[in-house]
Nanobody
Framework: QVQLVESGGGLVQPGGSLRLSCAAS????????MRWYRQAPGKEREFVAS????????TYADSVKDRFTISRDNAENTMYLQMNSLKPEDTAVYYC?????????WGQGTQVTVFS
């Protein structure tokens, strides 16, 4: 069974940093691209970043492009999101996602709150 478990969220001040983790199981992690999404209160879920199966290519939403870094460790079946220079508008629940055999699988999410 596919399982994604996010962790690493918390409360940080503007300008601070967090590193989110997504631990994957139930599929061959190294064969699949992964994505991070986020959902802020009152807003639709939005794309944040993606990474190919090997980690060779990454993409980012314009809103985070110069501040966030997506990465993965296939030996540990884990994807990461390094979040720097955090802004209040980054406040959201962050989710990892995989498309596996035509179905989207989501983790439970981890809350990131940027608050002064």
């Amino acid at each position: 069974q596919v399982q994604l478990v996010e962790s690493g969220g918390g409360l940080v001040q503007p300008g601070g940093s967090l590193r989110l983790s997504c631990a994957a199981s139930g599929f061959t992690f190294s064969n699949y691209g992964m994505r991070w999404y986020r959902q802020a209160p009152g807003k639709e879920r939005e794309f944040v970043a993606s990474i190919t199966s090997t980690g060779d290519t990454t993409t980012y939403a314009d809103s985070v492009k110069d501040r966030f870094t997506i990465s993965r460790d296939n030996a540990e079946n884990t994807m990461y999101l390094q979040m720097n220079s955090l802004k209040p508008e980054d406040t959201a629940v962050y989710y990892c996602r995989v498309l596996y055999i035509g179905r989207r699988y989501w983790g439970q999410g981890t809350q990131v709150t940027v608050f002064s």
